[in-house]
């Protein structure tokens, strides 16, 4: 275990030599400009039209994606780690990318960085407010289901998905078209998946905890980011820069209140598909057969296999959503995250936030999923929220975990952190704060996003009408909300 000496002494030199080179490297998931070109995929370089010429950003070879090799003693696991292509990412696919000066931003300069606008990214923009589902207007609610539905249907026009794996026989990539919707889908399940490598018995456990996304330091960082790099995506969908992703409140709530053809669809009682009064009936899945591919070794390919599945409070073990003295029990914890930063750090924020410890112990007991993980699982276990990779195919997962971010932001606030309180190694693997953050390309790290959602540009609704110091009123707030809402959904539906 890493003594606070040394720990600091560490952070030190990284924060001096990462935080000045890796700042300005933009985001994205395989811009097709690149892909589409042999030569570019070749060589390993992806550098669009000059990354925006002069003054704007130049093309580099890309850092390391990966500072801490895994924690083992077991060589077939180090070798084995070699052999995952998220491993050091994004090298396996582009080495050399676009690093953006300034507030540019975007795979070859020509954006501004979230929070900022204007030719030369250098005035601010008005803060965009996330505002609960449940208050949208009739208008608001029908604009954003809108947006969803284009994004579902409309294909792709600016970036490719990798269909196969590259190591260990150094095959050339192969990449394919998907909707806009369906790429935010498929990079939840690239960053969730198994290893797709042959396991011995004795590293078998390397194919089932190679998750990038979950279950370490960078949950609620990584999920950061994918938001905002979605409600940009939906932005240039919607030609408006305003839109924001609502959040779904579901503290204390007896029911999914959205799980009705108002919101996010009513659902079939046996088989769990959305029936057909819901906008959303005919959507269906990627990414679902995860035994198939895991057993195959092979990718998903981004084709539809299946219509979305969701039975809200039919899992035996989850029957209810979280409450708000819950969340609020688990505001009150002061440590970011506790060694070893995975399933079992015991008295961290992250992971009681994420749903692995025992809420009234604040302890790993390999049975409690509560606050995030319980609603996932209580959308039913083997439902499309429930399967962690396939997750985002719900247009509820958006929400969810727009929720789920608002919840990060007020710990942020409460306790404002300093970037030592994230670790710097240690953490499973893509979790450490100068990691890349697997599949953003070319690179995304997490130190990035450990900053207060003002920062790029957005608050939440919530919070803004809360009085006094934030937290002051969530209990009594939020239950009258609950009374409020409640005769308000009777009165849509009813």
Request: hydrophobic share 35%.
């Amino acid at each position: 275990m890493p003594t606070a000496g040394s720990e600091k002494m560490f952070s030190r030199v990284l924060f001096v030599l990462c935080t000045l080179y890796w700042l300005n490297f933009t985001w994205a998931q395989f811009p097709k400009v690149c892909t589409e070109n042999n030569e570019s995929v070749r060589i390993k370089e992806c550098c669009p039209n000059n990354c925006g010429g002069p003054g704007r950003g130049e093309c580099v070879r890309l850092p390391n994606g990966t500072y801490d090799e895994y924690r083992t003693n077991d060589a077939e696991k180090q070798r084995l780690q070699t052999l995952d292509d998220r491993h050091n990412w994004p090298h396996v696919f582009f080495e050399r990318g676009c690093r953006c000066h300034g507030n540019f931003d975007s795979y070859d300069c020509t954006e501004c960085k979230f929070g900022y606008m204007g030719n030369d990214c250098q005035t601010k923009r008005p803060k965009l407010v996330r505002k609960n589902i449940k208050m949208l207007t009739p208008k608001e609610r029908e604009d954003y289901f809108n947006v969803l539905n284009k994004a579902k249907k409309m294909n792709e026009s600016e970036f490719s998905i990798v269909i196969n794996t590259v190591r260990p026989q150094n095959e050339i990539p192969i990449f394919t078209n998907v909707s806009a919707y369906n790429r935010f889908a498929w990079m939840h399940y690239y960053a969730a998946r198994d290893a797709l490598v042959n396991c011995t018995d004795s590293a078998s456990g390397f194919c089932n905890i190679n998750d990038f996304a979950h279950e370490g330091s960078g949950f609620p960082t990584w999920h950061r980011a994918y938001l905002l790099i979605w409600e940009r995506a939906l932005q240039k969908i919607a030609k408006n820069d305003s839109l924001t992703i609502p959040y779904w409140d579901w503290r204390d709530q007896q029911n999914c209140d959205v799980c009705n053809d108002v919101y996010f669809g009513e659902n079939e009682p046996i088989t769990g598909h959305l029936d057909k009064g819901s906008r959303f009936s005919d959507w269906q899945m990627i990414c679902w057969q995860l035994g198939k591919y895991h057993l195959e070794h092979e990718l998903c390919d981004g084709r539809a296999e299946d219509r979305i599945i969701r039975l809200p409070g039919q899992n035996s073990q989850i029957r209810q959503l979280p409450t708000g003295k819950e969340v609020e029990r688990v505001l009150n914890l002061t440590d970011y995250d506790t060694y070893p930063y995975g399933t079992t750090a015991n008295d961290s924020f992250r992971n009681a936030f994420e749903g692995f410890l025992n809420l009234k112990s604040m302890t790993f007991d390999g049975v409690s999923h509560e606050v995030h993980n319980n609603v996932h699982l209580y959308m039913g276990a083997n439902s499309t929220m429930g399967i962690v990779p396939s997750a985002a195919n719900d247009p509820l997962f958006i929400s969810h975990h727009a929720y789920v971010d608002l919840i990060f932001e007020r710990w942020l606030r409460k306790h404002n952190p300093s970037i030592s309180d994230f670790p710097s190694k240690n953490a499973p693997p893509g979790h450490n704060r100068y990691e890349s953050m697997v599949p953003f390309f070319p690179v995304r790290i997490h130190e990035e996003f450990f900053k207060q959602s003002t920062e790029f540009g957005y608050d939440y609704q919530e919070l803004i009408d809360m009085s006094g110091p934030v937290g002051t009123c969530a209990i009594q707030c939020h239950s009258i909300y609950v009374m409020i809402s409640g005769i308000a959904i009777l009165t849509l539906v009813g």
